[in-house]
């Protein structure tokens, strides 16, 4: 499923418009990846808890030259599913 998947199925479950939805779904991640970028966790009970990971800079090989690179330290969004998603699924 994609967006256009989710926002087409959220309207034929809520009977709104596309467009309502289609706002509503664009706020939503604006919201989570602005909390986000601030170092906020999003904990949505029952469904899971959006984090930010620090990754440390490392050092890496070129893969075609063999080549010795620098990784740079990176931040990273992680997931972890909650209990609620995780019983819907098993």
């Known amino acids: 499923m994609n967006k256009n998947d989710l926002i087409v199925t959220v309207a034929n479950d809520t009977g709104l418009t596309r467009q309502d939805v289609a706002r509503t779904v664009e706020a939503m991640f604006g919201t989570i990846t602005g909390a986000l970028k601030e170092g906020v966790e999003v904990r949505l009970v029952g469904f899971g808890t959006f984090t930010v990971a620090e ?24 997931f972890r599913a909650g209990k609620t998603l995780k019983q819907a699924l098993n």
């Open 55 to 78: 990754r440390a800079p490392s050092q890496g090989r070129n893969p075609r030259t063999g080549e010795s690179i620098s990784i740079s330290a990176t931040r990273t969004p992680k």
